[in-house]
């Protein structure tokens, strides 16, 4: 069975930083893609950053490019979510997502979701 544990959501004032975890059990995703999205009230659920876990490839959406960075630990099994320069319009919930075919497609596993808030 697959789990997904997330952690290191809060509330931040706008240009701080937060670092979200996203720790896996069970099997082990070396072939396919992790990463995160994030759904705000009354939107999609959007594509934020991936990684690949085997050659640690990464992509992010336009909105996040240089803000954000996306990295994974082998040995705790866990990627991580650096962000920075936070604006209010980052304020959604942040899920990480697991087996994705390549790094910005969507896999079947998602965490529970963290809540990330910004304050202006």
């Known amino acids: 069975q697959v789990e997904l544990v997330e952690s290191g959501g809060g509330l931040v004032q706008a240009g701080g930083s937060l670092t979200l975890s996203c720790t896996t059990s069970?099997?082990?995703?070396?072939?396919?893609?992790m990463g995160w999205f994030r759904q705000a009230p009354g939107e999609e659920r959007e594509f934020v950053a991936g990684?690949?876990?085997?050659?640690?490839?990464?992509y992010f959406v336009s909105s996040v490019q240089d803000r954000f960075t996306i990295s994974r630990d082998y040995a705790k099994n866990t990627v991580y979510l650096q962000m920075n320069s936070l604006k209010p319009e980052d304020t959604a919930v942040y899920y990480c997502n697991a087996g994705a075919p390549g790094v910005g497609a969507r896999g079947e596993y998602w965490g529970q979701g963290t809540q990330v808030t910004v304050s202006s």
């Open positions: 069970g099997r082990i995703f070396e072939d396919y893609a």
């Open positions: 990684i690949n876990w085997k050659t640690g490839g990464t």
